[in-house]
């Protein structure tokens, strides 16, 4: 089955550079989020869209921001690189259910390691 | 906001004994996630629950969400080297919110 797919799989950067990070959802699912995990931490959520609209946001640094094109495909934009930007960033999508009960289930991708030096 | 308490934070076993991982939320939950993390990889869904006292299982591993909603248990019986990885709890909230809030895992190391 398809998955989640993320590019590039590694990055490495300058302090106070820019990233572009992108995101491939399954097909058919119509939600995307971004998390950020640190190295022993817990995925931390930044921020989700739903149909192509941010629908929530979490921790992101107004550093970074991040869309979610037509064909459903989403890119985290990163600038002023710190040190601190370093870490794993996950894309995970899921398709929403319907009578309004949150029951999507979240499908993550591969992840890019971001280093930033 | 939310959050998520997961506990033991490490849990090292030997090869055959029984594992079980805790999350306790601060909210009540629509619905929880648990999610399986091999070093160096991401996470892999395990299962969901939504219902209150909802229990499910999948080969040596039972799921359980408590009557209120807002805790939540992974057991593993008779452990194997295969399971090693970190688990994460993560809650829904519900509504129009549908990010989950991760718990900060357990750590789980198996010796054979």
């Known amino acids: 089955a398809a998955g989640v797919i993320q590019s590039p799989r590694h990055l490495i950067k300058e302090k106070r550079e820019t990233a572009t990070l992108k995101c491939y959802p399954i097909p058919r699912h119509d939600t995307v989020y971004w998390y950020q995990q640190g190295p022993g931490q817990d995925p931390q959520f930044l921020i989700s869209f739903y149909e192509k609209m941010q629908s929530d946001k979490g921790s992101i640094p107004d550093r970074f921001s991040a869309q979610q094109f037509s064909d459903y495909h989403s890119e985290l934009n990163m600038s002023s690189l710190e040190l601190g930007d370093s870490a794993l960033y996950f894309c995970?999508?899921?398709?929403?259910?319907?009578?309004?009960?949150?029951?999507?289930?979240?499908?993550f991708g591969p992840g890019t390691r971001l280093t930033v030096l | 906001g939310q959050q998520v308490m997961q506990i033991p934070q490490y849990q090292h076993v030997q090869e055959g004994e029984d594992f079980t991982t805790y999350c306790n939320s601060s909210t009540t939950l629509s619905n929880i996630q648990w999610y399986k993390q091999r070093p160096g990889g991401h996470p892999v869904f395990l299962i969901q629950l939504v219902k209150s006292g909802e229990v499910k299982k999948q080969k040596r591993l039972t799921f359980q969400f408590g009557e209120a909603k807002k805790n939540s248990s992974l057991h593993i019986t008779a452990t194997q080297t295969t399971d090693v990885g970190t688990y994460f709890c993560?809650?829904?909230?519900?509504?129009?919110?549908?990010?989950?809030?991760f718990g900060k895992g357990t750590l789980l190391t198996v010796n054979p």
């Open positions: 995970a999508s899921s398709r929403r259910g319907s009578g309004g009960v949150s029951t999507d289930t979240q499908y």
């Open positions: 993560a809650g829904g909230s519900g509504g129009s919110n549908y990010k989950l809030t």
